[in-house]
């Protein structure tokens, strides 16, 4: 069995786990999941926070006027809706989404919203937001966030924050710049959105890319941590390869199901009412959108694959002359 900790059943739910003397887990007085996340407070001699989602309550905790620098994984709403708090720190992000901060007209393309009349037959009427209220320590409401970022870094970049170093691990697929923090002294990586979730990943938008994901997750399976963090979950102390195996297992497990089907010619729509063993009742237009969104990025890739080829009529079929087997 996967050990793990700060689990809700085992009683009153810890919003501060302990890492290390200086590695510390922040996570929302509520579940870790939309609108918030879990961050990861390093609190050395510059205290950095990675991660800016976990809710005005679990910062409460925190001396927010000392944290030094905030680093953001990735731009999606739970992950930076809390950069309000941190008012005395200098914010950075991955460069690959630098746009996601200054070009509003990129960030609504992010979505893949532009997509929504092709894959649903309507014209797109309700904001996925709007179908919930936000709590009130979540101070920002979601959309367009003109953060002012103070830089950017890349992959491979190396932080000193006193007694403590991690490096930045660019891991796209969810979204394009979407990074892991790996402490190699400590063997601890915080890998995100990459993060174990019992229903495999999620490559929902316009610039998530399923090629990307299968290789980010290898990659940070490679790196052999002894702690896993992630954004949505627990902290993991054992069977982290079999945790990446798995999760990664559930989407190439829905590739190979969507192989198998177009053995004669089928729609989206046709390879919308497959079940796959990821999905959980579809219980809104939003969902089955987003459904369809990641049913095209797998046909994307066994296209690259010559594995699949679209036909004239937007309808999919295996290609013959592709390595089917």
Known sequence: MVKCVGDETEGKRKMIISLSEQIKVIRPEAKSVFPYSNSLFVDDEVPTMIDAGSGGRAYSAVSLDRVNKLLLSHYHFDHINGYPFFKQAEV???????WAYED????????????????????????????FNLPDDVPVKPGFQPINLKGFFQDGDRFITGKTAFVAIHAPGHTS?????????????????????????WYGSEYSDFEALV??????????????VTSHRKVFYNEIDSLFDDYLGIALEKETKILQYLTVPRSID????????????????????????????????LG??????????????????????
Do not use: C
């Open 92 to 98: 950075y992000a991955g460069i690959e989404e630098k």
């Open 270 to 301: 046709d390879m919308a009412g497959l079940k796959f063993s990821s999905d959980s009742e579809v219980k809104n237009s939003h969902e089955m959108f987003w459904k369809k969104m990641m049913i095209m990025k797998h046909l994307t890739r």
């Open 104 to 131: 509003e007209r990129k960030f609504i393309l992010s979505s893949g919203y532009q997509h929504w009349e092709t894959l649903m037959g309507e014209e797109k009427n309700e904001e996925w937001s709007k179908r």
């Open 215 to 228: 290789g980010s997750v290898n990659r940070l399976k490679a790196l052999k941590p002894d702690i896993l």
């Open 304 to 325: 690259n694959k010559h594995l699949v080829r679209r036909l004239s009529d937007n309808r999919y079929v295996r290609d013959r002359e592709g390595n089917n087997e």
């Open 177 to 201: 710049g979407h990074y892991g923090f790996f402490f190699p002294n400590e063997r601890i990586l915080f890998s995100g959105d990459m993060d174990i979730a019992p229903r495999g990943p």
